[in-house]
């Protein structure tokens, strides 16, 4: 149960912290990136915990880091994706208003 709150707080600020760095979080929302890396680390979190890992004598602190380290690489792959296609879309919306007037 430990696992789940360490991992839950550790994606939360790593979600926040991605957003606060990234130059283009005026694309989106506040709570998109924070969700994005909560929801891969508890999937991840869940689906190891059914695989025995968290249980594992030797292997317990896989539960623990893989998670960390693949919502981490999830929301920075995110937030490069998502800043990309906002800023594109909304330069084409953009300009499509400007030409109707």
Do not use: N
């Not at 991992?7 to 957003?19: D, K, Y």
């Not at 891969?40 to 380290?69: E, R």
């Amino acid at each position: 149960m430990v696992s789940l709150i360490v991992v839950t707080g550790v994606a939360l600020s790593v979600g926040f912290f991605v957003w606060f760095a990234d130059r283009r979080h005026h694309r989106y929302g506040v709570l998109l990136l924070p969700g994005i890396c909560l929801t891969s680390a508890l999937i991840l979190w869940i689906i190891l915990q059914f695989a025995g890992l968290g249980y594992h004598p030797d292997l317990f602190w896989l539960a623990w880091l893989l998670p960390m380290l693949v919502s981490t690489v999830v929301t920075v792959a995110a937030a490069w994706w998502f800043g990309r296609h906002r800023e594109h879309a909304d330069a084409e919306a953009m300009t499509s208003i400007l030409k109707r007037r």
